[in-house]
């Protein structure tokens, strides 16, 4: 099955953003753009946890929830959340509303703040360290489209050793994919050219 897609609009995509417009956007815009930043880097961690055993569509519909929830994914803010703000979030519709994925994020959050204020960029650049090196097979079709790879197994295994929690190798090469660190826009997607 082919991974291109024309869209209505004319375009050709990768197969996954379908017409929904926000989809579209986040496809044309943001998906597999290189980004760097601790904070940037923390957010997309947050969200790509969030969408374990979901559909991203999912998780995008809710972004403004979550970031509103998670007070702008700030994670000296975020590390200090205590019983109440976990009542909070398990009531909040605006958002998954999952305990462990919760206390998985205020867990994180307080590795990410002490990381921030000790080691300033040391997420982001753990993160792109595990970019990988060399050629890398063209993606051209769905089936070409791996769900984990060495790199975000290593990737896994660095942040667990870090104290991460709910940061699995699929996981982090969603991560990776999201944030640019690699790119598998699809060949003949419109995107390919600026990712």
Same mark, same amino acid.
């Given at each position: 099955?082919?991974?291109?897609?024309?869209?209505?609009?004319?375009?050709?995509?990768?197969?996954?953003?379908?017409?929904?417009?926000?989809?579209?956007?986040?496809?044309?815009?943001?998906?597999?753009?290189?980004?760097?930043?601790?904070?940037?880097?923390?957010?997309?961690?947050?969200?790509?946890?969030?969408?374990?055993?979901?559909?991203?569509?999912?998780?995008?519909?809710?972004?403004?929830?979550?970031?509103?929830?998670?007070?702008?994914?700030?994670?000296?803010?975020?590390?200090?959340?205590?019983?109440?703000?976990? /009542?909070? %979030?398990? *009531?909040? $519709?605006?958002?998954?509303?999952?305990? @462990? =994925?919760?206390?998985?994020?205020?867990?994180?959050?307080?590795?990410?703040?002490?990381?921030?204020?000790?080691?300033?960029?040391?997420?982001?650049?753990?993160?792109?360290?595990?970019?990988?090196?060399?050629?890398?097979?063209?993606?051209?079709?769905? /089936?070409? %489209?791996? *769900?984990? $790879?060495?790199?975000?197994?290593?990737? @896994? =295994?660095?942040?667990?050793?870090?104290?991460?929690?709910?940061?699995?190798?699929?996981?982090?090469?969603?991560?990776?994919?999201?944030?640019?660190?690699?790119?598998?826009?699809?060949?003949?997607?419109?995107?390919?050219?600026?990712?």
């Amino acid at each position: 099955m082919t991974a291109l897609r024309v869209g209505a609009d004319g375009v050709a995509r990768c197969w996954w953003c379908g017409d929904d417009p926000l989809y579209v956007d986040y496809h044309d815009t943001e998906w597999g753009v290189p980004i760097r930043g601790d904070r940037e880097m923390f957010e997309r961690l947050v969200l790509e946890a969030f969408q374990s055993g979901l559909s991203w569509i999912t998780i995008l519909r809710r972004r403004e929830g979550f970031r509103a929830a998670f007070a702008n994914f700030d994670p000296h803010v975020i590390a200090d959340f205590g019983q109440v703000d976990r /009542a909070r %979030l398990m *009531a909040d $519709t605006g958002i998954i509303r999952n305990n @462990a =994925k919760i206390d998985a994020t205020i867990h994180n959050a307080s590795i990410v703040a002490r990381m921030m204020d000790t080691e300033p960029g040391a997420l982001d650049d753990l993160i792109w360290s595990h970019a990988p090196s060399g050629h890398r097979p063209t993606i051209r079709e769905i /089936a070409d %489209l791996p *769900a984990v $790879t060495p790199e975000s197994i290593a990737l @896994a =295994k660095a942040l667990k050793s870090r104290g991460f929690k709910f940061v699995g190798p699929t996981t982090a090469y969603a991560h990776m994919q999201a944030v640019g660190v690699v790119n598998d826009h699809v060949i003949g997607c419109s995107s390919v050219a600026h990712s």
